[in-house]
């Protein structure tokens, strides 16, 4: 499908994923990271019943599967301890991932209340965090993102602010309090920035998206209560590109919608997914699967995207929407007008 509005054209290429445990899918993806040479680093948060699947998945944006982070078997223990106490490596409600200018990931944890630190290659690094609500202090920690000069912003939700951190852990400032007025936050989840250093977050509960100066001073906001177009329903994330655009995870509407700099409407995303390149390996290798998708009723309904929870855009102009509850990964293209009508149906 594509969707050409305002010169803008959104191409979609392929879908990455499919419900596993471990290996070749994910279970409940709720972020990723991209990293150099199209590395891919997604988040499984999976349920607190399977600790074994709650991962770090390494793989190619041409599905390419290299291996997984994250420790096995110790859930009981870590629901226990918090922090710097917990275990090693330990993932239990992780919840986004980021990478530095080195390319070590750093991983949200809501339940350890910590900012992980692995390698690209997955080597333990450590952890930072401490709870409450005080300067330096957090309380389940989502969104991450680093700007320009490395430093780390932390979507503090449950405290209803935001915090820059240097990548050490050294507290640099925060802004924001719970409310719904202009600079207010009400469970504020998604982060990202723009080129120009500014800070775009997903005011959750208040269902809108804030954009601020890299200090926290208000620039502006947008976005209502409700299922038409520049409104939302739980927004989960937001992502800027290089040319300004505003992608926003429309969580509860199970759609991506997409903005000028100035916030004003282009287009929404729906979904056109097919059927993963890991899915056709799992389908070939059950006969008895694939026979029975080819009998059954509805499956057209798989295509559309249901609870998106993270948006990605690289510096390539493709667009990663983590489709959660469908375990897989959306990508598209932003296309520029001349290139409409000379590609050839292949991947991007």
């Known amino acids: 499908m594509t969707t050409q509005v305002q010169g803008a054209t959104f191409r979609y290429s392929h879908t990455i994923g499919r419900g596993e445990e471990a290996g070749t899918g994910f279970k409940n993806p709720v972020s990723l990271a991209r990293g150099a040479d199209d590395m891919m680093y997604v988040v499984s948060r999976s349920y607190d019943y399977r600790a074994d699947s709650k991962r770090i998945t390494i793989c190619t944006v041409g599905e390419d599967y290299i291996g997984e982070i994250g420790n096995a078997g110790r859930l009981g223990a870590d629901l226990m301890d918090t922090g710097e106490n917990a275990s090693p490596g330990s993932l239990v409600w992780p919840t986004s991932i980021t990478l530095d200018k080195e390319e070590n990931l750093y991983v949200s944890d809501e339940w350890l209340t910590r900012i992980a630190i692995f390698t690209k290659d997955g080597e333990w690094v450590g952890a930072w965090g401490i709870r409450g609500s005080g300067d330096g202090e957090f309380d389940q920690p989502s969104g991450i993102t680093f700007d320009s000069e490395d430093n780390l912003y932390v979507v503090d939700t449950g405290n209803n602010r935001i915090q820059r951190y240097t990548k050490d852990g050294k507290f640099l400032g925060q802004w924001g309090r ?52 520049g409104e939302f329903n739980r927004p989960t994330d937001v992502a800027v590109d290089k040319e300004g655009l505003i992608y926003v995870a429309d969580w509860d509407n199970d759609r991506v919608q997409v903005f000028d700099g100035q916030a004003r409407f282009i287009t929404v995303i ?42 990605v855009v690289d510096d390539q102009d493709r667009l990663f929407i983590v489709d959660s509850q469908r375990n897989r990964i959306q990508i598209y293209r932003k296309l520029p007008p001349y290139f409409l009508g000379r590609w050839d149906g292949g991947r991007l």
């Open 178 to 229: 719970q409310g719904s007025g202009d600079g207010e936050l009400d469970m504020p989840w998604g982060i990202d920035t723009d080129s120009e250093g500014n800070v775009y977050v997903a005011d959750w509960r208040n269902d809108r998206i804030q954009k601020f100066t890299g200090d926290g001073q208000f620039l502006m906001k947008f976005g209502t209560t409700g299922k038409g177009e």
């Open 270 to 311: 729906l979904g056109d997914a097919t059927l993963s390149k890991w899915g056709e390996t799992k389908l070939d290798a059950n006969p008895e699967m694939r026979l029975q998708r080819e009998v059954a009723q509805g499956l057209e309904r798989e295509r559309f995207l249901r609870g998106p929870i993270g948006v």
